[in-house]
């Protein structure tokens, strides 16, 4: 029984440790790197609070280093995903009735095992699996976890203190009731923190669920799962099932108790499963919460009045972390002829000062791309760029699969704005560069508009205010998340909550309350003091 009004810890967001050399934190990620790196694991399902072995399994390899294998996971039968179901279900009957500072103390814990005695392990599984570098593996599944999960926490406070007036005669009080039936959390593979915080923002405010994590993500989701298993989620809370993603859409779309997806992943697999929930509307108990957040074609757009090196940094950051694999990275620019050949100058110098290899050798800015569909994808636009006569590379443009999937940081210059990888997302390191008349601006910025289907993140950089207002104003619907004089990446719980619309998903920003909302069902309840014993009304007097 409550008997206060609780105030959770404030909300702050983790320190990202640099990992210099000499730095105990280097030091002890990379020994866990080599001793993960050289053993393997076994990730069964995980169903009810119990591990579920097949016996159907597939191996796990690391994106840059693709013949070494670290381990192994399970593959479900519909029977799995049925049994997730119903033991999510019969979960919700003590969950949804849990007070919310007990789930509140849980995934607070959460976020203080992965700060500390995780963090090593978080890093190092990312790194593995996802070829991230240290410095991306900090922000993402180190950092950005953390704040998802000590954030989340506040905004649900909020999101409760949110009460309607009431008067003397009447007490009005909102219940933000967990949705009905069981929720579903499609995951990707980019970013370990993402994979984190889909099911478990839902399972804080009382949701249930069955989770699917990417088939190149499963190595790190073991390590959240197991600290979620530590930080004390009940049983059958979150339940955890990989394979064939079809069958085990469909088996819970199929289902009359499915009440919510929240999905990060590719437009069109997120516009196949929104059709499929349409047409089983009339099968639903309660109308399906969909959420989702997918892919971008981001830009980023210089001003004459802008600075060369700045902008030159912007493109080398925004577009190549992380091997530009992330729904925010930039992959087209717009630059002025009045800055060009210094920005041309500069990019490539910092592309040709990048080292590529394994992320354990932390001298190395660019890894390998995640698998080899992504690879033969991106060896594909390349080659077609050095074919076109539309098209030049400045830098790169190489790219070797035979120990990992190794794609060069490449910058194609094209005469056409509309050329291909201006307009076609690729996930890659591929930035796209058009050279624009600097007295065009205008012009420029209705092209930037016009070009992609998607509105996920872009870029503006302008010493000149006016210019930065007249952007703002142009580009208003081509980005969820707009970054003035800066890249279009690399946001931050809690300071720049993430989401886009158009193609790029549903807008409902992960990271702040907006994204919680989605969660509940609110119950008003109006508690009369003197109940009315007469039916007649002031007006039906004589």
Not at 65 to 84: R, S
Not at 281 to 307: L, M
Not at 316 to 337: H, T
Not at 442 to 447: C, G, I, M, V, Y
């Amino acid at each position: 029984m409550a008997n206060g009004f609780f105030n959770v810890p404030i909300a702050v967001n983790e320190p990202v440790k640099t990992y210099a050399p000499g730095s105990p934190e280097r030091e002890e990620v990379l020994t866990v790197y080599k001793n993960m790196f050289n053993s393997k694991v076994d990730v069964p399902l995980y169903i009810n609070g119990k591990d579920i072995e097949t016996g159907n399994t597939r191996t796990m390899s690391p994106p840059h280093d693709h013949q070494h294998v670290v381990g192994t996971y399970h593959l479900a039968e519909k029977t799995h995903v049925e049994e997730a179901i119903s033991t999510a279900l019969e979960a919700r009957k003590k969950w949804a009735k849990m007070p919310w500072q007990q789930r509140a103390g849980i995934f607070l814990k959460a976020a203080e095992l992965i700060a500390g005695p995780y963090r090593a392990k978080m890093n190092a599984a990312t790194m593995i699996a996802q070829s991230k570098n240290i410095h991306q593996a900090e922000i993402d599944s180190a950092c950005e976890i953390v704040d998802f999960l000590r954030f989340n926490v506040q905004y649900m406070t909020e999101i409760y203190m949110e009460q309607p007036e009431s008067t003397s005669g009447a007490w009005n009080r909102v219940e933000y009731r967990p949705l009905e039936g069981f929720t579903y959390a499609v995951t990707p593979f980019n970013f370990t923190a993402i994979a984190g915080n889909l099911p478990s923002c839902m399972a804080l405010m009382g949701n249930v669920v069955v989770w699917k994590p990417s088939d190149s993500q499963i190595y790190s989701a073991k390590v959240i799962m197991d600290v979620f298993k530590e930080a004390g989620v009940p049983d059958g809370v979150i339940n955890v099932v990989f394979g064939d993603p079809v069958m085990i859409t469909d088996t819970i779309i199929n289902h009359t108790e499915f009440s919510g997806l929240h999905f990060t992943g590719s437009t069109f697999v997120f516009k196949e499963l929104w059709k499929k929930i349409g047409n089983n509307i009339h099968n639903y108990k309660t109308y399906p919460r969909i959420v989702g957040e997918t892919g971008g074609k981001d830009f980023i757009v210089a001003h004459k009045s802008a600075n060369a090196k700045q902008v030159a940094t912007a493109i080398s950051r925004g577009a190549f972390e992380f091997q530009g694999q992330k729904c925010s990275a930039a992959s087209r620019a717009y630059i002025p002829s009045n800055l060009w050949d210094d920005v041309k100058n500069y990019v490539i110098e910092d592309v040709t000062s990048f080292k590529m290899g394994s992320p354990e050798n932390m001298e190395n800015f660019i890894t390998a791309v995640i698998h080899e569909g992504s690879f033969d994808k991106l060896a594909k636009y390349i080659d077609e760029a050095k074919a076109s006569n539309e098209a030049e590379i400045i830098v790169g443009g190489n790219y070797d699969k035979s120990k990992g999937y190794f794609i060069e940081p490449t910058v194609i210059v094209t005469t056409n704005p509309k050329y291909t990888t201006m307009c076609t997302e690729l996930f890659g390191p591929v930035m796209t560069i058009y050279v624009y008349n600097e007295n065009d601006y205008s012009e420029t910025l209705k092209l930037v508009d016009e070009t992609s289907e998607y509105a996920l993140t872009g870029a503006i950089l302008s010493n000149c205010r006016y210019a930065v207002e007249e952007a703002v104003q142009a580009l208003e619907n081509s980005a969820g998340n707009f970054y003035i004089n800066d890249k279009p990446t690399g946001a931050v719980v809690g300071q720049q909550p993430f989401g886009g619309a158009r193609a790029s998903g549903t807008n409902d920003k992960a990271g702040s309350a907006q994204n919680l909302l989605r969660w509940v069902s609110p119950r008003l309840i109006k508690e009369t003091f003197v109940t009315p014993t007469d039916y007649r009304y002031p007006f039906l007097g004589e």
